[in-house]
């Protein structure tokens, strides 16, 4: 089993940058696919950034360019770096994991509230 707890989120203004973090325990987090998923008021969730074991990214076209997902298996942790921000990016933001071998999420937390205003 995997715990995942996300922190960071906030208010901030149109322009400007958030890090979001997500502390894992309980099982070996080097092996794992971390992402970070969205969800805004009235929208499916959707996949933001994800990043492999060992260190390959991919973003969302609506995010390249202005956020970078980075981890550090010596911390358990993954972050979201977003700058730039704009009022769409208003969501809760969700940090998953998934074993190498599958496709789907298996691990979830709880969310963080991340709200742009403009």
């Known amino acids: 089993q995997v715990q995942l707890v996300e922190s960071g989120g906030g208010l901030v203004q149109a322009g400007g940058s958030l890090r979001l973090s997500c502390a894992a325990s309980?099982?070996?987090?080097?092996?794992?696919?971390m992402a970070w998923h969205r969800q805004a008021p009235g929208k499916e969730r959707e996949l933001v950034a994800h990043?492999?074991?060992?260190?390959?990214?991919n973003y969302a076209d609506s995010v390249k360019g202005r956020f970078t997902i980075s981890r550090d298996n010596a911390k358990n942790t993954v972050y979201l770096q977003m700058s730039s921000l704009k009022p769409e990016d208003t969501a809760v933001y969700y940090c998953?994991?998934?074993?190498?071998?599958?496709?789907?999420?298996?691990?979830w937390g709880q969310g963080t509230q991340v709200t742009v205003s403009s």
């Open positions: 998953a994991a998934r074993d190498i071998i599958k496709s789907t999420y298996d691990y």
């Open positions: 309980g099982r070996t987090f080097s092996r794992y696919v």
């Open positions: 990043i492999t074991s060992g260190g390959s990214t």
